[in-house]
């Protein structure tokens, strides 16, 4: 009985056509996946501002025990006197001229060193606090005050 040499009949794999396909497919995925991918970090590094002004709210509170108003000096406060975030995606300051004896305003923007600069819905959080209630308000990359409930803030 004579075999067929070079049969395609039983041979197993992909044809390049077969591949090409297969990677075309893919690239459409990834990207249609990108932009996702690219909102979920930003949102995640969102929550280095929110640590960052709930390390200065506490700060101020312990502050504000012992002196009669709130301090208005980050760099004098402390407990929470670093000008940067933790991850270093936000500047840190206290708004001038919003601290009195019952009031401040804590500021996380973001540094255009960061990759977080290109967030353009969430470029600034603010922490208000004042007689004993908390606001919190966030920028977009316009300097427009984020519409209630803040997209920013939410969990």
């Known amino acids: 009985m004579k075999q067929h040499q070079g049969s395609r009949h039983g041979d197993t794999g992909m044809t390049l056509i077969e591949l090409t396909v297969v990677l075309a497919v893919i690239a459409v995925l990834a990207t249609l996946a990108w932009p996702g991918f690219q909102e979920a970090i930003q949102r995640s590094r969102r929550s280095d501002a929110m640590v960052a002004l709930a390390a200065i709210s506490q700060a101020q509170e312990r502050w504000r025990a012992n002196n009669p108003s709130y301090q208005p000096a980050l760099s004098k406060l402390p407990g929470a006197n670093s000008l940067v975030s933790a991850a270093e995606h936000y500047a840190l300051t206290v708004a001038e001229g919003s601290t009195n004896a019952s009031s401040y305003t804590a500021?996380?923007?973001?540094?255009?060193?960061?990759?977080?600069?290109?967030?353009?819905?969430?470029?600034?959080?603010?922490?208000?606090?004042?007689?004993?209630?908390?606001?919190?308000?966030?920028?977009?990359?316009?300097?427009?005050?984020?519409?209630?409930?803040?997209?920013?803030?939410?969990?």
């Open 107 to 155: 500021v996380a923007t973001a540094k255009s060193t960061s990759p977080q600069f290109s967030d353009g819905r969430c470029r600034e959080f603010r922490f208000l606090a004042e007689g004993g209630h908390i606001r919190y308000s966030s920028l977009t990359s316009a300097n427009v005050v984020n519409a209630s409930p803040d997209p920013c803030w939410v969990k």
